[in-house]
């Protein structure tokens, strides 16, 4: 079915124009989750001169995008941010490459003291002023400053010079265009693949009232910019493959560059890209294709987008005497290639994903934790956190291809062999903490429906789109906690995923609208989330843990679900029952 173009485009600005006010209301209501003031103020940083030091895990231009419309506002530091932002102070101890934390000691240059104090507001962390000749850490390229970027952030955001909602507010923005621009990839892929009109509109409709895009698409992480790099990636491929020649072959080198310099899970692109240039070697072959020649010219415009994203720090890291590299635990294979590694921090980022992933993350599925995780998490994590709606349009569109796949056009091809590839290789990983980290999958599922559309029957495609419509606006805007109507909805998520798939800090303005409700004054908090956002919202609080929570005679306890369903909670959850909850991801109770 087709429609005139200013039907499809006024249609498809509709929907566009529903989700981002959606996603508007979520970014106004939701308080900063666990990792957005990092995000932020390490793009802000870059954007000020202080390169790639804050988070060097991830590659820059994601935060960077993010951290665009604060170059326009009047943003202050306050002293410890300054500190922080040059150098002058940071943390006793380093979170090395791979291993336990360790002692930033041994890396001290000489003739470098530090003056050590304690911070007078939350978290009362210890830290250090540092009196050296030039700037540190910030001179030690190998140290990782996660802990100093954190406090920086909390300090840039909620420290009292100034606005954080309006700061944060700003920040989501940014993610909420990105978000949005995926779903006119959505659109234009699938009419690509089908040329119809209704189909395509239908898939950016599942796009559009889906939780999870919802959800992550509004929060500052370098999460959404990775879906829409590995998507245009992935679209500027098949062109590739549908019209080879120097022209597609440099489109497709740029966009993975790009999609590189977000997030670098998109090296998954790499057995995604092999496994469907093998479905058309023939093809090749027969057309004869200067294939080496165009995958060069690939090669070649793909660096030059990483070494673009990282301009001017176009020379290799530094020598690091071996002890300090063994004490850091920096791989070997960067010690040996050091001289070739260039652009250096890219490199960097890609050993300490690589370490991350091998050391593993300690996760919870079903009431249970583990350091190593689950191969079935992410499968699980899909299903729980998707409205059984979409889960039946992806079976159903499964169903459609398995039984055509021989026939299948590169269109629909790559959607399917990508979302599979992506979510096989994410059941390796140890790092099982999140289906943010299957959102790449998420919008090629979405084109997999789409070119189904077509052959299943408009009554059940209708059903179950209006279907997740209404589930996806009966959970409005709590986006983050939603879990599958299948277990109960958002009430029971608790019970089977936490941390960034359900409880991430989001709640801390509507347990500050609770309290003032039921006009309670101090309470005892356990939170998971960011500190400094308690104490800007002015939440008197004593912050407490789970064996001094056993002292409490009187008043009122308020324990984070992902801190709640942690060992050392098991004798409150035995013990008493919630007084109420708060947007389902805080637990109120109530002593005596």
């Known amino acids: 079915m087709t429609f005139s173009p200013r039907i499809r485009y ?61 170059l326009f506002s009047d943003v202050k530091l306050s002293d410890e941010g300054q500190a922080l932002f040059e150098g002058r102070m940071g943390y006793p101890w380093t979170r090395p ?62 420290g009292s010079k100034n606005d954080g909602d309006r700061l944060l507010l700003m920040g989501r923005c940014v993610q909420i265009a990105i978000t949005l621009a995926i779903g006119v990839m959505i659109l234009l892929w699938v009419r690509a693949a089908t040329s119809n009109d209704a189909a395509a509109l239908v898939a950016l409709a599942v796009w559009v009232f889906h939780p999870c895009a919802l959800g992550y698409g509004h929060v500052i992480t370098t999460d959404i910019g990775e879906v829409l790099g590995f998507t245009v990636a992935l679209f500027f491929f098949v062109r590739f493959l549908k019209r080879p020649g120097p022209k597609t072959a440099i489109f497709w080198g740029i966009s993975l560059g790009v999609a590189l310099t977000v997030k670098l899970t998109a090296i998954l692109l790499g057995p995604i890209f092999l496994l469907l240039l093998a479905t058309q070697w023939r093809t090749f072959r027969r057309r004869k294709v200067p ?22 720090l176009w020379y290799p890291p530094p020598p690091l005497p071996s002890a300090f590299a063994s004490a850091l635990g920096v791989p070997d294979w960067f010690q040996s290639l050091r001289p070739l590694l260039i652009p250096r921090d890219f490199f960097k ?50 169903g459609i291809f398995i039984k055509r796949v021989a026939s299948a056009d590169v269109w629909e091809l790559t959607p399917w062999v ?34 189904a559309i077509p052959r299943l029957k408009q009554w059940l495609v209708g059903g179950l789109v209006a279907w997740q419509v209404v589930i996806c606006l009966l959970c409005a805007p709590l986006y983050l906690q939603f879990f599958s109507e299948a277990v109960g909805g958002a009430s029971n998520g608790y019970k089977y995923l936490i941390d960034s798939n359900y409880d991430w800090g989001q709640d801390a303005k509507r347990l500050k609208a609770f309290l003032d409700e039921r006009h309670i004054g101090q309470i005892y908090l ?56 708060v947007a389902d991801t805080l637990f109120v109770y109530q002593f005596p």
């Not at 209301?25 to 390169?51: F, P």
């Not at 804050?54 to 993010?66: D, I, Q, T, W």
């Not at 999140?434 to 084109?447: C, E, K, Q």
């Open 10 to 70: 006024g249609i498809a600005a509709g929907l566009l124009l529903i989700m981002a006010a959606l996603m508007f209301g979520a970014a106004r209501r939701d308080s900063a989750t666990v990792d957005e003031t990092t995000a932020l103020s390490a793009g802000y940083s870059y954007w000020k001169g202080h390169r790639f030091y804050f988070v060097p895990e991830h590659p820059p231009v994601g935060m960077m995008l993010a951290s665009i419309p604060l």
């Open 97 to 158: 490459w791979a291993g336990p934390v360790i002692s930033v000691q041994p890396f001290i240059p000489n003739g470098c003291k530090g003056h050590w104090f304690t911070l007078p507001q939350p978290p009362f962390d210890m830290l250090a002023v540092w009196q050296c000749a030039g700037s540190y850490p910030a001179q030690n390229w190998y140290l990782w400053a996660l802990p100093e970027c954190q406090l920086f952030g909390q300090e840039l955001i909620y």
């Open 291 to 312: 294939f080496v020649k165009l995958l060069t010219v690939t090669a070649f415009a793909t660096w030059a987008t990483i070494l673009l994203a990282y301009f001017p």
């Open 349 to 398: 980022a890609l050993a300490l994903t690589l370490g991350h992933s091998k050391e593993g993350h300690v996760a919870y599925l079903f009431g249970q934790w583990s350091r190593e995780g689950w191969w079935y998490y992410y499968p699980v994590a899909f299903l729980l956190k998707s409205p059984l709606a979409f889960v039946a349009l992806t079976i159903a569109a499964i």
């Open 418 to 451: 990508g979302a599979t590839v992506y979510l096989l290789v994410a059941m390796t990983s140890n790092v099982n903490i999140g289906v943010r980290h299957l959102l790449p999958m998420f919008p090629l599922v979405i084109v997999g429906i789409g070119c």
């Open 526 to 581: 356990d939170y998971f989330g960011t500190q400094f956002s308690i104490e800007y919202l002015k939440i008197p609080n004593t912050r407490i843990d789970a064996e001094k929570a056993r002292q409490i005679t009187q008043g009122w306890l308020v324990v984070s679900a992902s801190d709640l369903m942690l060992p050392e909670w098991n004798w409150l959850r035995a013990t008493r029952q919630p007084t109420a909850r």
